[in-house]
């Protein structure tokens, strides 16, 4: 069985907005309840929670490690109570998938987003039956980008490793693919995710209409 596996922040959908404010929630101790800008800070939440703590810190000058690794957990309890506030899927995203599963082509998701709190986001925008197997930063004991997870959602889809690509929007997802040996399909929506300058993907996505077309050309489908 064929299998396209995304990833999930940034990919199909935008979280931004509601990891920025479960970041802010954290600097809101220290005196900064605003210190993140959900645009200007998009493209530093796609790459997680620690991510953003560490510009957080940036911003105001603070070097301290502890600080991150205290407050890391109480960003993930702030955002697990704001989950789907502003998130939404990225235009035509659930249309593509659903044209996929059509075409004989199944889907899953590899994201090192917690697997609860990923679980808990695709259930209340009401999407995870779309996805046939969803494999989080805690499912097993090593995240992206090592092969493990990314097998494992494939695995766990009913599919072919070899029959597979990867759909992504960051450093992490291109060596992610580049690990197991598959296409990379790298989406291009704006935010200042991945850097095309030292790396070709095997595709880029502008918009999920073209998705089908694409998925089925990286995998020699006629």
Not at 116 to 138: P, Y
Not at 191 to 220: Q, T
Request: glycine content about 8%.
């Amino acid at each position: 069985m064929k299998t396209v596996v995304f990833d999930l922040d940034g990919t199909i959908a935008d979280t931004s907005a509601d990891l920025i404010a479960a970041a802010n929630f954290c600097f809101s101790s220290l005196g900064y309840p605003k210190l993140l800008d959900s645009e200007n800070d998009a493209g530093v939440a796609m790459r997680g929670g620690r991510a953003m703590l560490e510009l957080g810190c940036q911003k105001i000058g603070l070097n301290d490690e502890r600080f991150i690794n205290q407050q890391y957990p109480i960003l993930l309890n702030a955002y697990s109570k704001c989950l789907d506030k502003h998130t939404e899927f990225f235009p035509y995203a659930l249309d593509a998938i659903r044209k996929l599963k059509l075409l004989g082509i199944n889907s899953a998701i590899c994201t090192n987003k917690p697997s609860a709190l990923a679980e808990e986001l695709m259930v209340r925008l009401g999407a995870r039956h779309l996805f046939k197997e969803l494999i989080g930063s805690d499912t097993l004991s090593s995240k992206k980008p090592h092969p493990a997870p990314f097998i494992a959602a494939v695995k766990g889809a009913g599919g072919n490793v070899e029959q597979s690509v990867m759909v992504g929007d960051t450093m992490t997802d291109f060596d992610t693919a580049k690990a197991v040996g598959v296409p990379i399909i790298i989406v291009d929506f704006g935010f200042e995710g991945f850097d095309f300058s030292h790396s070709k993907p095997d595709a880029v996505l502008k918009s999920f209409l073209d998705l089908p077309a694409i998925v089925m050309e990286v995998l020699g489908i006629d």
